[in-house]
């Protein structure tokens, strides 16, 4: 589970220098990247909860 936990918090620090150094100058295309980013997030998040479910049941 510790490799599951860096790998989201490395998307979370990644998410976070977006939103404060790499933004698009384009409104809509920072929107987009915003909304896909937040889209791997919690599909990530739904990953880890399968996965600890699945263990979880064994």
């Known amino acids: 589970m ?3 936990l ?3 918090a490395v998307l979370i620090a ?3 220098a977006y939103n404060f150094f790499f933004q ?4 809509r ?3 987009v990247i915003n909304i896909v980013f937040a889209s791997v997030l919690f599909g ?3 990953l ?3 996965s600890l479910l699945k263990k979880m049941k064994k």
């Open 14 to 16: 990644g998410f976070i």
């Open 44 to 46: 990530y998040i739904a």
């Open 24 to 27: 698009s100058q384009d409104g």
């Open 2 to 4: 510790k490799p599951q």
């Open 48 to 50: 880890m909860a399968y």
């Open 29 to 31: 295309t920072n929107t």
């Open 6 to 8: 860096i790998i989201f």
